[in-house]
């Protein structure tokens, strides 16, 4: 939770809101792959993809 | 609540030059970098061992610190990434794939990074009792120039790679604080046009630009080759205002976007060879382009010196950042006298952001006042770790050394000043390791600057490095005046002066356009081993106050030669980090051509060590650099 809290404080400091979708975006794209090789997930993200 | 004697921990890592740095009430008492212990050549891994060190030497525990700083903004530096990325989109594709599992996997959560690596110097820590604290890169950088300096106020000129967004900066610091004034923005740097030849040259990024530097003086300044090249890239590449700000023009670099520094094929073209190769021969245009590179890079520091100058009205310099380790466009700056005096960080590049980390944090976070220390707060960069007698003879037995033990240090002095004048080799470890790229008498390799093949013996046979490189001397601060035309101090061997003319040697007609190793070979001086191509020097002047042994041995060297002067050059083979226990310098003087070894008060002769004739047992495989 700080992460995302200090990730808020520096959009807010730097008023670059636009970066916060893509961000965001590459964050879910890293969790996906970190815990979606090879596990249950997999067929999830096949058909995301 | 006001803190009293606040006790910070700097630390620089996941870059280059991993290190840590800790200040207690404003003065550094330990620094570090990782290399020295992990034998990893500026390794980016969070400095486990040298914080454990820092701890250790200070007596402190990790529960004991206000904070710990980091040495710059992560966030702002990912910001730029991704900025960068969609400015030049689609280029950058395969680089943005590259880099953004590391970011997301690790210097993104840079907090937990931290935390972690803390828990593993000591098992038992608790992360909420912390204080965890970003400055910014450049900030770092000036901070570790201007708070160790002896001056009140000064201009503060910071010149590197890349930070965050920032390339170069200009601050003026006073008393206790630091304002910045200017800054320059990625992508135009003037650390990256000086890497982008480095590249070009066939010398590694990062590492290979004090090579570049020693490359220059190979290049023929009358040649009409040489003025073309300095004339294209200040044509085509990079775009010079009064200011001594940049533009580079993009289309000739890579860096921004892809996984190589410079557009080949334009490069190619612009300047009629392809990039060099690691093991393919020197030739001249090699070294004309390098000279040309070093004249237009000398040309950037003096403008934004000035600049710095007119912004601040102060009669003195500061400097830190990777660039401020360029010892020749120094002394030109020295030189030009725009200056009073200047103060040159030891430890410029990254591994020096850990100092600068914990000092900006005392002054500037925790308020502290500053006292400014003469000659200055560094200690002579002798910030690493020291052996005892008892772990010196536990190493000795354990490989079976046989060694000499030497009371008296005048005895000790002059048995190794006499094995110097009879052409030895000497491996000189004595006290605390040095804090920064140089070894400045306690981690050092010696020898008689007199002897014409010494230069040819040291990088071939003891260094095992290209036979191209210079050499740098050691001279008694005392004595500095009649050898080299140098009017300040150079502790840290960070200036450029020439020999004086009275030591130097007629050069045959023609000189200029022999041979290169035929020019690298001419007895240029009473001191061949330590005068470059172009009679210059990267001097060390020492003092007695912050060396008295390393002093006390010059003397020695002058009393027996009338030279009061020593080749000093790293205790280290090519692509090995200096040595930093005394194993590290055993190994490293079986495993090369050295005669004689120093350590503190002990002298080990090869001859006499078992299985000398057999080094290739010592040897240790280093990824060249």
Redesign the interface.
């Known amino acids: 939770m700080?992460?995302f809290k200090?990730?808020w404080l520096?959009f807010r400091e730097?008023k670059?809101y636009w970066?916060l979708p893509?961000?965001l975006i590459?964050?879910i794209m890293?969790l996906i792959?970190?815990f979606g090789g090879g596990s249950a997930m997999a067929p999830f993200i096949y058909t995301l993809f | 609540m006001k803190i009293i004697l606040p006790k910070i921990l700097g630390i620089s890592a996941f870059y280059h030059d991993a290190a840590a740095a800790i200040a207690v009430d404003g003065k550094i008492l330990a620094a570090a970098q990782e290399e020295r212990f992990t034998r990893i050549k500026h390794t980016p891994d969070f400095p486990i061992e040298a914080i454990r060190y820092c701890l250790e030497e200070t007596g402190l525990s990790l529960e004991e610190l206000d904070a710990v700083v980091f040495y710059d903004k992560p966030f702002l530096k990912f910001e730029r990434l991704l900025q960068t990325y969609y400015d030049f989109a689609p280029r950058g594709f395969l680089s943005f794939m590259k880099a953004m599992p590391v970011w997301l996997r690790e210097k993104l959560f840079l907090k937990r990074e931290i935390h972690h690596g803390l828990k593993q110097v000591a098992g038992k820590y608790d992360s909420k009792n912390v204080t965890l604290l970003f400055p910014e890169h450049h900030l770092s950088h000036a901070a570790s120039a201007f708070y160790p300096s002896p001056f009140k106020d000064a201009a503060i000129l910071t010149i590197d790679g890349v930070g965050e967004w920032c390339t170069a900066s200009i601050c003026y610091g006073r008393e206790k604080d630091i304002t910045m004034l200017k800054s320059l923005h990625f992508p135009d740097s003037v650390g990256l046009l000086y890497s982008a030849f480095t590249y070009y040259l066939g010398f590694m990024v990062n590492s290979g630009e004090y090579k570049l530097m020693g490359l220059a003086p190979y290049g023929n300044p009358e040649a009409e080759e040489t003025r073309k090249f300095a004339e294209a890239i200040e044509k085509e590449i990079v775009q010079i205002y009064n200011d001594g700000s940049v533009k580079l023009n993009q289309q000739y670099f890579n860096y921004a976007t892809g996984l190589r520094m410079v557009n080949h094929k334009k490069w190619e073209k612009l300047f009629g060879f392809p990039r060099k190769e690691d093991e393919e021969p020197l030739e001249q245009h090699h070294c004309n382009l390098a000279l040309a590179i070093q004249q237009v890079t000398e040309k950037i520091v003096l403008k934004m010196a000035a600049e710095a100058k007119r912004l601040t009205g102060s009669e003195y310099l500061c400097m830190a950042g990777g660039v401020a380790l360029n010892c020749v466009a120094n002394g030109k700056l020295l030189q030009s006298g725009l200056f009073k005096d200047i103060y040159i960080q030891p430890a410029s590049g990254d591994a020096g952001g850990a100092v600068g980390a914990a000092l900006a944090a005392h002054h500037i976070f925790f308020s502290q006042n500053r006292n400014p220390e003469m000659p200055d707060g560094m200690s002579g960069t002798y910030l690493g770790p020291s052996f005892s007698e008892k772990e010196i003879l536990a190493m000795s037995r354990k490989v079976k050394a046989v060694f000499h033990p030497y009371e008296s240090e005048d005895t000790l002095c002059e048995k190794v000043a006499a094995y110097i004048a009879d052409g030895k080799v000497v491996g000189w470890f004595q006290g605390r390791m040095e804090f920064g790229p140089r070894a400045l008498g306690n981690r050092s390799i010696l020898a008689d600057p007199r002897n014409p093949e010494m230069q040819k013996k040291l990088n071939l046979k003891i260094k095992y490095r290209e036979g191209f490189r210079p050499f740098a001397p050691a001279i008694s601060e005392t004595k500095c005046g009649d050898w080299f035309d140098l009017h300040s101090k150079s502790p840290y061997m960070l200036l450029v002066a020439p020999v004086q003319p009275k030591q130097r040697h007629a050069l045959p007609k023609g000189y200029l356009n022999m041979a290169l190793y035929d020019r690298l070979y001419f007895q240029r001086s009473t001191i061949p081993a330590v005068t470059h191509l172009d009679f210059s020097a990267r001097v060390q002047t020492v003092s007695g106050k912050t060396n008295p042994r390393f002093e006390k041995l010059l003397a020695a060297f002058d009393a027996l030669t009338g030279t009061p002067i020593l080749v000093n050059t790293s205790f280290n083979v090519r692509g090995e980090p200096i040595v930093c226990t005394p194993f590290d310098a055993y190994r490293c003087f079986m495993s090369m051509d050295m005669d004689v070894l120093v350590v503190n008060d002990y002298i080990y002769i090869k001859e006499e060590q078992p299985d000398f004739e057999n080094k290739e047992i010592w040897m240790v495989n280093f990824k060249k650099d």
């Open positions: 700080e992460f200090d990730m520096f730097r670059k970066l893509v961000v590459l964050l890293g792959l970190v």
